[in-house]
């Protein structure tokens, strides 16, 4: 059965307090990980997908990286703005992805 | 473009009613999913489809129904609502090309079954 983990649970930071989340997965047959940001009262908005073990992708102040059994999402000097909830998703055999559940972030100015 | 959009955004049932989701895309998607958004237990997948006339059961099917009869609607029906169903409700849609596409999600159904 596909799995998807992510820790820490909730994570306060300082403004500019750089950290990183967790995305732990057990998938036969990884085709895609997916990282969404989730506002509050909002639906998920897409971050990054990766493919393949090594992969990076940037945008602003976030990084996702990929290995074979996990990812991170490093989060660099962050800002208020960047407060959210941060969900990530596998999608192995077939369409259907499956979401872990979620890191509670909160960034303190 | 619209993206995914729901309606309505809240809702408030009594044990036993019935009534229906509605989820629309702009995007000419051929998949297109529902999910419910419980606190700690992240998305879980009712139900999804991956064309017009094509709809399969996901992890949590039980109590919902959908049909897709267009590309761009996929309403979720609720056959006799029950507490354990409040939850927030997400649609989304996806390109089902070659390649592994990211979904979009619409802004969520908050229901609450008394």
């Known amino acids: 059965e596909d799995q998807v983990t992510q820790s820490p649970e909730a994570l306060r930071l300082q403004e500019g307090e750089s950290s990183s989340l967790n995305c732990s997965y057990t998938?036969?047959?990884?085709?895609?990980l997916f990282w969404y940001r989730q506002d509050p009262g909002k639906g998920p908005e897409f971050l990054f997908t990766?493919?393949?073990a090594g992969e990076e992708k940037e945008k602003e102040r976030l990084k996702a990286t990929l290995t074979k059994k996990e990812s991170f999402l490093h989060i660099t000097a962050p800002k208020p703005e960047d407060s959210a909830t941060y969900l990530c998703a596998v999608q192995a055999k077939g369409q259907n992805f499956v979401f872990g559940p979620g890191t509670r972030l909160s960034v303190l100015p | 473009n619209a993206g995914v959009t729901q309606t309505p955004k809240f809702q408030v049932l009594k044990t036993g009613q019935s009534m229906t989701l509605q989820c629309a895309q702009d995007m000419n998607h051929e998949y297109m999913s529902w999910y419910r958004q419980d606190p700690g237990m992240g998305l879980r997948l009712i139900h999804y489809?991956?064309?017009?006339?094509?709809?399969d059961q996901g992890e949590v099917p039980n109590g919902y129904n959908v049909s897709r009869s267009t590309t761009e609607d996929f309403p979720l029906r609720l056959l006799s609502a029950a507490p354990s169903q409040t939850s927030v409700y997400f649609c989304?849609?996806?390109?089902?090309?070659?390649?592994?596409?990211?979904?979009?999600f619409g802004p969520g159904t908050r229901l609450t079954v008394t």
């Open positions: 998938v036969s047959g990884l085709r895609g």
């Open positions: 989304a849609s996806k390109d089902r090309g070659s390649g592994y596409y990211e979904q979009y």
């Open positions: 990766l493919y393949s």
């Open positions: 489809s991956v064309g017009a006339g094509i709809t």
